[in-house]
Nanobody, 125 residues
Framework: QLQLVESGGGLVQPGGSLRLSCAASGFTLDYYAIGWFRQAPGKERKGVSYISSSLGITYYADSVKGRFTISRDNAKNTVYLQMNSLKPEDTAIYYC??????????????????WGQGTQVTVSS
């Protein structure tokens, strides 16, 4: 069974850090690009970050540039999202998704083949 599982979410104070993990089972992430998306209460799900399959090219939403870092460890079949300097507006359910290489915008959700169930991140004092 092909599956993505996110972990690492939780409650953190403003200014704090969290590291999210996206682990794949049933398939190898080596040939897939990975995107992180988030959905805040009452809002649409939007792209947060992306890392390509081979060259490790990364993209970030403007709202997280300089604070979030995406990385991948193919040996562990896992992708990470390091989130620093967290703000209350970062509160959302975070999803990871995998897609085969294709020519489309990294934030185009329809281009992704597999999705995880999400992990809750709450930034509050």
């Amino acid at each position: 069974q092909l599956q993505l599982v996110e972990s690492g979410g939780g409650l953190v104070q403003p200014g704090g850090s969290l590291r999210l993990s996206c682990a794949a089972s049933g398939f190898t992430l080596d040939y897939y690009a990975i995107g992180w998306f988030r959905q805040a209460p009452g809002k649409e799900r939007k792209g947060v970050s992306y890392i390509s399959s081979s060259l490790g090219i990364t993209y970030y939403a403007d709202s997280v540039k300089g604070r979030f870092t995406i990385s991948r460890d193919n040996a562990k079949n896992t992708v990470y999202l390091q989130m620093n300097s967290l703000k209350p507006e970062d509160t959302a359910i975070y999803y990871c998704a995998a897609r085969r290489p294709r020519y489309s915008r990294w934030s185009m959700q329809e281009a992704y083949d597999y999705w995880g169930q999400g992990t809750q991140v709450t930034v509050s004092s």
